[in-house]
Structure formats: structure tokens, C-alpha cells
């Protein structure tokens, strides 16, 4: 700890300090009994010198007062006379002797090698808190003892307190101290001094020494006296006289801020430092009313602290414990919802592949249909004949249909085509295939096409289409046979020709989808060979929308079927028919192109015809609606078998039928169910969660020390300051002081 400024003496100052030099080699007098051995210090009263006991050869301290004109004999009675009381206390330097009639007067005390508590804290600044601890608990003990006595110190301070060799430390000086019965005031040291003890006309009180212990252990700590800095002790020495000083002294207290140096030491606990600040509380209301509420707060501290660990475990324990019941609920919840979405799942998909095939068995009824309808219309006797005319090489359409023989002359020949519509000898070939649209309701439209691809005769049942007759569409799927259509395109898309097919269908065909130019709208056509005497002579056929093939009643918005192409070619994986077409088709509107683009993945029900399936329309719109709602669904598959007629065998038309469910859907009861239980799981977790925080606070608020509280109410005084051990006594019976001018 640093010291303070050396002090200038004058000349008188230092030739007195010069005699006592010389004076110093040789004791003032001889003490019968005590070999005296060596000087150790001065004082206002006198010199201190080391001796040894001749009885016992214990080594003792020597007080004699030489400088009789300054002592004050009724302090040093009063001194002696509480010594006597605390003769027996261990807590306090012992009075082995005293010379009241020698010349010069002594007395004769115990000698602590160690020195004082201001010397220790010169030489290392300040104490460990654990060293403050014990010296916090040492002191307290002794002035309680003192206390228990009767005895008031009322100047305690760190050069009032000797170290012995030990390290304990001992109460010593008692010259300022009073009975607890005594009504006039003792000053002690600033910044030691509690703010009502400076005042001429204070009534000693317990409380002044509960402060000046306060005080003690905030200097062990920081090194400092509360509330000491050069502003402060420049405040106080521009005072006038003693009465002045005291009242600034009390007002520098009263208005500081509170000091928080202590709470910077490592390793310091809320407890400790509330016991302090208690101790240091300006207002006496607010201070520990004696030294025994001091201990009794260590003593709950230490308890507090002991109890620290079985607190924790009290505290971690069912923590811990609703960790581990959270865990292994959240696990299990995950795995009966798991096995429960399982079940859930298996259950759908097996619904939903008795469904497919179901609904497959009633699209291939209707396929069936409209397969009897065109190998029918191919044997139709009257048709046959109707065919054979128009297709004769002496046929007046002979030419035209030559000259239509190209496909890529579709857009020429207009006039031709005109002249060719209103040929007799094509009218009869026109209302017998107008008479087949009547019997097979559904059809969107029945025509015949020439070996050469020509269409001699066509109907359609809306009214305001286009015709097509004359046209060649040797190049469609229907005619050839093929997984594509002989159509060429260049890289933006646009049809730059056709090509002609090198041979015709040879049984009962599906076409690939196509949109119908005169509709605009998606079709299949149902083809089928026409022979006349074993010669292939063209082909007859109906057109269907691609919403006639399959009837799914039972279907919703979450539950429907698809149909989609499962052969070969372009259209492999085309989504022929979907709920969401529905729309477009009850409006006769075109389906958007983006929708013709997708394809379904049929290779991911190879291995298995039910499974959780991502639809990639849903997929499609979701991404365009801006949304991330996933088109995951429950599906299964199953194939048009068509049974053929001829070869008594089921002939798979490659179509494909899915029933998809809404995985969302399906699995709702599983969510919902779960969401139920994490409810219930979650109100229960809470209930237990706020019992525990209950028994928590409760414990809590048992265990919160008073003093703690009284900390959070009080108004405390502390600040970081400088050391001031070095300051005196301030004499309450020092009347010359009172009112005279400082000079």
C-alpha cells in the first residue's frame, strides 16, 4: 500500500528528534523484573521498548510515557482500566503490568513480533479474501467478546490491530474506548469513524465499532479505507477547526457515492459483499445493530455456502430430471407416431392399389368399348362397301386423293379441297360415318382414312369445328402404328415437315395423345385396320377426350385417379387425364403447354406398385403459385388390361392408372393425434416445470439471507479511496482543539 507524503518539520521539530535519537541507546528508566532489549518505537505519549520477562524470559512490550506534559492520565486510566476487564481475553493484547509511580510512568504489555495490521497492509497492499475472511471473522469474535464485557473500542483501525505469531490478529490501544454504560462521546479515525461518532456530542454506541470492523475489512480487501481519496482529505484539512472538520466529514459521507472496489475482488460472493456494505451503511438504522448480528450473517453465509452444493443437486436434480422425461417422451412420441403414420400409410396404399386396379378394370370396360365400336365399324358390310367405291382407282375422288397423298401438302390445295367436300360420290362414305357417331356416345369424333392417309369422311359432335377431310395424316400414330408422330421440327419447336409412314397398323390400335387441331383439345383416337378382300384399304377410327377413359366417383380433392401414357415414345409418362384438367375441360379451354411437358416417373412403380409419390403437377403449380407446398401422395398403379376379342388374351394398352391420396390427408389422424399428445405432454412438462420453479422460489426465499434484502433497501457508501492508516486519533477531550482556527 503506498504511503502518504512525508511530512516537513521545522527546526525545533528536528533538534527534538535529535535528542531522542541520542536518548534512544538507553531506556528512560529500569522496570524491576525485565531485561530491557531494544528500542521499538515512539509516540505521543512516549517510547515502546522490547523486554524480556527475568522470571520467565517471555518477551514484552514496554509503554513509558515520558511526555507527561501531553498525556491525558485520565485516558490512559480509562485505557488501562478496560484492559483489566478483557485481562482473560485472547482477542486482545494483554496488560501484564503497570508502573504508575515510576518515573517516568509505564506499563507493561504483550510483545507481538509480528507488528500491526497497518503494517502488513503497508508492506502488501491488502489481503487475500480468503486471509480477509478469517481476519473478518477473528475480529468480529473479539469485539464480541469485548462487547459481551461491556467494553466499546470506539477507535478500531488497522494500526489498533496487532498480528501475533500466528497471524491472528489482537485488539489493542482501548485508550478511546468506553463502557456501554458511558454517555460521553469518543472520537476515532476518519475514515474508520462511523459518521455518527463524529459528533462532540455522540453517545457511544455498538454500532460504531461494527462500522470501523466494516471499514477494516473493506481496506484488507482493495488495499484502501472507504471513502478516502485526495479530494476528500483535501475537503476535510480546509476545515477550520474540529467541529468544522467532523461536519465535513459526516457530510462527505452522507453525500459520496456508494463504493464498489469490493465487488471487483475475485472470487467475492453476493453474501460477503451485502455483509460489508451492511456494515458500512451510513445511516446507523440500516447497520448491523451489534456484532453479533455480523457473525450471525458469516454463519448463515458459510451455511449458505455449504449448502451450496446440496442446493445445486436440488436445483440440477429435477432439472435433470425433466431433461431425461422430455427426452425419452419426445422418443417414444416420435416412434409411436412413426409406427402409427406406418400403419396409417400401409393401410392407404392398400386401399389405394384396390382402387387402381379397380378403376383400371372400369377403364379398360370403357377402352373395350370403344375397341368393339371400330372393329365393328371395320366389318360393317354396307361401310365395306361404301369403301370399296370411294377407294376404287375409278372413283372421281381417285385424283384428288393422289394429289392429297402428300402430308406435307396439307396447308395447299385449298380449292381442291373444296371441290372434294362437295363430290356425290363422297356423301354416301360421309353419312355412314355420321351414322357410327350416333351409336357410340363419348366419341369426339369418327373418320376414315385411305391407305394413303387421306381422310375421305370425318364427323365431329360439335358443330362449329373445322373440317379435315382431305387432309393426309399418314404421319400420326393412329395410322402407322408408331410411338411417335413422322413429324420433324426444328429447334424452336415449329413443324418444318412431315414424313410418310412405311406401313399401317395392323390391329386395333391407341394412339399416342395428340392435341385435335380442330379442337384444341387433348385426344387418343381408337384405330383399326380396314381390309377388303385381304387388302389393306385405310383405316376407320373415333377420337376421345382424354377425360371419358377413366370414371373415378369416389375421388375429392385428396383422393382422385390419373391416367397417364406407360408406352414407349414422347408421350412416355404424358398425364392423359388429372383433377386438375377438370377445370380446363368443363371450360373447353386449352391446357396451359407447361402441363404437357411434365411427365409422371412410372419407372419408380416398378419395383412397387404402392408408395409414397411425388406428383409432379401439384409439384409444377405449387412452384408457380410461389408456395413450397409439396405434392406428396400416397399412390398406387395399375395397367389397362384390354380383353381382346380375337386372341381371347388381355392386351395391355400401356396406359397406367394411379389413385393418388394426399399424403397430408391420409396421415391427418396421425397428426392430429399428435399434436394431441404433444399437447398434453407440453401442459404436463409445465405443470411439472412451474411445481419445480415453486419449490425452487420457496427454497429460494428460505435461504435468501435478511441481510440481503436489507442491502437491496439500504443506501450504501462505497467508493474506491486511498490508504489512511497513517491518520490519528481524533481526542474527543481535546477542548484546545475546539473553535481554534486550523493556522
Request: charged share 25%.
Amino acid at each position: 500500500m503506498p504511503a502518504g507524503p512525508t511530512q516537513n518539520q521545522s527546526s525545533e521539530q528536528l533538534e527534538r528528534a535529535k535528542e531522542l535519537s541520542l536518548e534512544r541507546s538507553r531506556p528512560p528508566t529500569s522496570v524491576p523484573g525485565y531485561e530491557i532489549e531494544r528500542f521499538l518505537g515512539s509516540g505521543a505519549y512516549g517510547e515502546v521498548w522490547v523486554a524480556t520477562d527475568g522470571n520467565t524470559g517471555r518477551r514484552v512490550a514496554i509503554k513509558f510515557y515520558t511526555h507527561r506534559g501531553g498525556v491525558d492520565w485520565s485516558l490512559l486510566s480509562r485505557e488501562v482500566e478496560k484492559l483489566v476487564f478483557l485481562s482473560t481475553d485472547r482477542y486482545v493484547v494483554q496488560l501484564l503490568d503497570v508502573g504508575w509511580d515510576s518515573n517516568p510512568p509505564y506499563y507493561v504489555m504483550d510483545y507481538l513480533e509480528h507488528g500491526s495490521l497497518d503494517d502488513h497492509l503497508h508492506r502488501s497492499d491488502s489481503f487475500s479474501l480468503p486471509e480477509t475472511i478469517d481476519l473478518f471473522y477473528e475480529l468480529a469474535n473479539g469485539l464480541l467478546h469485548a462487547h459481551a464485557k461491556g467494553v466499546l473500542h470506539c477507535d478500531l483501525k488497522p494500526a489498533n490491530v496487532l498480528l501475533d505469531e500466528d497471524g491472528k490478529p489482537r485488539l489493542a490501544d482501548f485508550g478511546q474506548s468506553r463502557l456501554r454504560h458511558e454517555q460521553t462521546p469518543s472520537l476515532g479515525t476518519l475514515f474508520f469513524m462511523a459518521p455518527e461518532q463524529a459528533d462532540l456530542a455522540a453517545v457511544p454506541d455498538a454500532r460504531w465499532d461494527v462500522y470501523a470492523l466494516g471499514a477494516i475489512v473493506f481496506c484488507a480487501l482493495t488495499g484502501q479505507p472507504p471513502y478516502r481519496n485526495d479530494e476528500s482529505v483535501k475537503f476535510l484539512d480546509e476545515a477550520e477547526n474540529l467541529t468544522e472538520r467532523l461536519e465535513r466529514y459526516r457530510q462527505r459521507l452522507e453525500e459520496s457515492p456508494p463504493v464498489q472496489a469490493h465487488r471487483k475482488i475475485p472470487g467475492m460472493d453476493k453474501p460477503l459483499a451485502y455483509i460489508i456494505e451492511h456494515c458500512l451503511a451510513v445511516n446507523p438504522k440500516e447497520r448491523f445493530a451489534n456484532i453479533q448480528e455480523v457473525l450471525d450473517a458469516l454463519e448463515r453465509r458459510d451455511a449458505g455456502r455449504s449448502r451450496r452444493p446440496l442446493v445445486l443437486l436440488g436445483f440440477v436434480g429435477p432439472l435433470l430430471l425433466l431433461v431425461i422425461m422430455t427426452f425419452f417422451g419426445w422418443r417414444g412420441f416420435e416412434r409411436a407416431t412413426r409406427d402409427s403414420e406406418q400403419v396409417v400409410t400401409q393401410r392407404a396404399l392398400d386401399k389405394n392399389l384396390f382402387a387402381a386396379k379397380t378403376a383400371s378394370g372400369k377403364a379398360a370396360e370403357e377402352i373395350s368399348h370403344y375397341f368393339r365400336a371400330v372393329q365393328l365399324a371395320s366389318r360393317d358390310e354396307q361401310l365395306l362397301a361404301l369403301i370399296a367405291v370411294a377407294t376404287s382407282d375409278d372413283s372421281p375422288m381417285a385424283p384428288y386423293r393422289e394429289q392429297f397423298s402428300d402430308p406435307n401438302g396439307n396447308v395447299l390445295h385449298t380449292e381442291q379441297r373444296k371441290a372434294f367436300l362437295e363430290l356425290e360420290t363422297r356423301r354416301p362414305l360421309q353419312k355412314k360415318i355420321e351414322s357410327l357417331a350416333v351409336g357410340t356416345p363419348g366419341a369426339a369424333s369418327w373418320f376414315f382414312a385411305d391407305r394413303l392417309g387421306v381422310q375421305l369422311a370425318s364427323h365431329f359432335d360439335s358443330g362449329a369445328v373445322q373440317s379435315t377431310i382431305g387432309k393426309n395424316f399418314a404421319w400420326r400414330t393412329y395410322f402407322h402404328g408408331g410411338p411417335n408422330d413422322l413429324v420433324e421440327r426444328n429447334t424452336d419447336g415449329e413443324v418444318v415437315g412431315y414424313h410418310k409412314p412405311q406401313m399401317a397398323i395392323r390391329t386395333t390400335h391407341i394412339s399416342a395423345p395428340f392435341q385435335s387441331r380442330a379442337t384444341n383439345r387433348w385426344k387418343v383416337a381408337v384405330s383399326e385396320p380396314v381390309y377388303i378382300d385381304d387388302e389393306f384399304v385405310g383405316v376407320v377410327a373415333l377420337t376421345v377426350d382424354i377425360g371419358q377413359f377413366l370414371r373415378f366417383d369416389e375421388g375429392g380433392k385428396t383422393f382422385f385417379a390419373s391416367l397417364v401414357d406407360g408406352r414407349p415414345g414422347d408421350s412416355y409418362g404424358m398425364v392423359l387425364q388429372h383433377q386438375m384438367f377438370e377445370s380446363w375441360v368443363d371450360t373447353k379451354t386449352r391446357i396451359p403447354d407447361t402441363m404437357l411437358q411434365v411427365r409422371a416417373p412410372l419407372e419408380v412403380f416398378k419395383n412397387q406398385k404402392a408408395m409414397v409419390y411425388r406428383d409432379p403437377l401439384r409439384d409444377l403449380t405449387s412452384r408457380q403459385e410461389g408456395n413450397d407446398s409439396p405434392g406428396v401422395f400416397l399412390a398406387a398403379t395399375a395397367p389397362v388390361m384390354v380383353h381382346d376379342r380375337r386372341s381371347h388374351n388381355m392386351v395391355d394398352t400401356g396406359l397406367v392408372v394411379i389413385v393418388q391420396e394426399s399424403f397430408a390427408a391420409a396421415t391427418l389422424p396421425v397428426e392430429q393425434l399428435g399434436r394431441r399428445l404433444l399437447f398434453e405432454g407440453g401442459l404436463a412438462l409445465a405443470f411439472l416445470l412451474a411445481v419445480v420453479l415453486v419449490l425452487w422460489g420457496v427454497v429460494l426465499r428460505v435461504l435468501r439471507d435478511p441481510e440481503n434484502d436489507a442491502a437491496r433497501r439500504g443506501r450504501w457508501r462505497l467508493e474506491t479511496s486511498q490508504s489512511t492508516h497513517d491518520v490519528k486519533t481524533l481526542l474527543a477531550g481535546s477542548a484546545r482543539d475546539r473553535g481554534r482556527k486550523k493556522e
